[in-house]
């Protein structure tokens, strides 16, 4: 019996790391869509919720259509809001290519991008697919800068839909099951889908 308060003891800090193990922040633990499909990916898709970067990014109203080229490169041409200077929204028009640097996991892409027009920015950034049916969501994730402990210090996120004006309950959670992977629960936030002129926006519980 003496031996028993040690081993709870063991049994306990077992638990926690292993707690500790599967909340892990680290970029590279994250897990992508496995046995990607760029042509089943390509398409329009319309953003539903964004986790901003740093610095200057797409308000609302943002779409991307992806192509894929005779040579198997996706494209895509993406559109949206700009907010500059604090108070100046503009309608902007991106262009982007894709490269996998790993054939082994295509679904971990970089991506090259330009603004179509003198105040926007061109980069590039990785271009992680986290999850998608291609039917009806895609969860995208890109990483600009990692913290000495692997855990991302500047990061974006795009909760993407076939449909502008949201997604069912049921993916809706599967949804949010990936944001907290991806250490990005509760970072969230709602991108208008106005379409033409109307005041409707789409339909997305954060």
Known sequence: MEHTPYTFLVILLSIIDHGLAQTSCAVDSFTVKEDFDLKRYAGKWYALAKK??????????????????????????????????????????????????????????????????SYLSSGGDNYWVIDTDYDNYAITYACRTLKQDGSCDDGYSLIFSRNPQGLPLAIQRLVRQKQEEICMSGQFQPVLQSGDGSNESSIFDI
Do not use: H
């Open 52 to 117: 901003d970067p740093e610095g200057l990014f797409l308000q609302d109203n943002i779409s991307a259509e992806y192509t894929i080229d005779e040579d198997g490169t996706m494209v895509a041409s993406s559109k949206g809001r700009v907010k500059l200077f604090g108070f100046w929204v503009i309608c902007a028009d991106m262009a982007a290519q894709y490269s996998v640097p790993d054939p082994s996991i295509p679904a971990k892409m970089f991506m090259n991008y330009q603004g179509l027009a």
